[in-house]
């Protein structure tokens, strides 16, 4: 529930895939994975509560989640810190939380906001548009994405012309908005679409284009936002081309399951989160947290026998002979450097007859 409840509630159906199909092909270490589902309410009180619960009564070896960073950090601090045990977020993206101490349990399977922000940029530019204004989230989630932006962007000749600083829940201002008309090509919206849909409604008179951070990338909300007004807006998002084998796979099985592909984001990553720490799991041979910490980078790493999505049958054969596994998610390879940060998965989009459309990113983005 609460601010990002209808992406959590998304979420947790890539969850749900995941253990189904685990348990279809025998379950972790012999016996099947139980998921228990605590609601954080998109609130740091409500999500310590609920994680002190998972380690306290439900016995968590580990936990997928959450999807705000600002919840994540607490929950780090909070819980983590003392029950070690590894956490693994779909979502949550600011790079405060690769500085934060967290002992190596803290991992995530999407791309930090420094890397979204230096491929919006770079794709904005090769894209051909010169000038740009900004509408910032004074938040650091916003910063962030704005300073990689920035920096992307001007190193490859582009121009901000101005920069709206916006507190949490207000609108652009006026003045703003009527300065737009002075030449920008497009109005970067570094904002969660929670807010920042309303910040495009509130700019569609005044500008053409827009750049849109990576939650916006949903059929739905596009369609709400006026479909086919926003054609040539540009995205970039955590995520990997639909026609990568993995992220096929996944489509294919996702669709299988629940009749319709994922409609939002964060839908693969909460997958793979969760099968990197079932296969992390199986490969420690127990449920000591420590242990399960220390395998998350052995069953997602080269060199290992391959396992894409739907594969646990594979790996778990592969991890009985004592090999490696080199899981390849759904959301793009999850390779996890010593922050537990991913170092790929990012793929650009384009508003095209109304709908999001993947789009190829240049070959220098991130």
């Known amino acids: ?109 999407t791309p930090n906001d420094s890397a979204i922000g230096r491929a919006l940029g770079s794709l904005a530019a090769a894209r051909g548009i010169d000038r740009v204004a900004l509408a910032v989230h004074d938040t650091a989630y916003g910063r962030v994405l704005a300073d990689a932006f920035r920096l992307a962007y001007e190193a490859r000749g582009g121009r901000v012309t101005n920069t709206a600083l916006l507190a949490e829940g207000r609108g652009v201002p006026d003045d703003f908005l009527m300065r737009l008309n002075d030449g ?104 000591y947290g420590r242990a399960v910490r220390d395998t998350v980078r052995l069953v997602a790493t080269v060199p290992g026998v391959r396992v894409m999505p739907g594969e646990w049958g594979t790996a778990a054969a592969a991890i009985a002979r004592g090999r490696d596994v080199n899981y390849e998610g759904a959301a793009g390879p999850a390779e996890f450097d010593r922050f537990g940060d991913v170092a790929a998965g990012l793929v650009g989009w384009e508003v095209d007859n109304g709908r999001p459309v993947i789009t190829a990113l240049p070959p220098d983005a991130p």
Do not use: C, M, W
């Open 1 to 109: 529930s609460g601010g990002l409840a209808e992406y959590g509630d998304a979420a947790l159906t890539g969850v749900q895939l995941a253990v189904r199909e685990i348990n279809a092909q025998g379950g972790v270490l012999g016996g099947r994975l139980r998921l228990v589902i605590e609601d954080s309410g998109t609130t740091p009180g409500q999500a310590v509560r609920g994680a002190r619960r998972l380690f306290a009564s439900a016995r968590a070896v580990g936990i997928v989640g959450e999807l705000s960073s600002t919840v994540t950090a607490r929950v780090l601090t909070d819980v983590i810190a003392t029950a070690r045990i590894p956490l693994i977020s779909p979502a949550a993206s600011d790079v405060a939380l690769t500085r934060q101490a967290h002992d190596g349990f803290f991992f995530r399977t």
């Open 184 to 287: 920008a090509g497009a109005l970067a919206v570094l904002v969660p679409p929670t807010e920042g849909s309303a910040i495009v409604r509130q700019s569609t008179a005044f500008v053409e284009r827009f750049l849109l951070a990576d939650g916006f990338r949903s059929a739905d909300l596009i369609a709400a936002l006026g479909g086919p007004v926003l054609d040539g807006s540009l995205g970039v998002a955590a995520g990997t081309p639909p026609d990568a084998e993995p992220a096929r796979r996944f489509v294919q099985a996702y669709r299988a399951a629940y009749g319709h592909p994922p409609a939002l984001p964060y839908v693969d990553a909460a997958y793979d989160a969760t099968f990197i720490l079932a296969l992390a799991i199986e490969k420690a041979g127990r449920t």
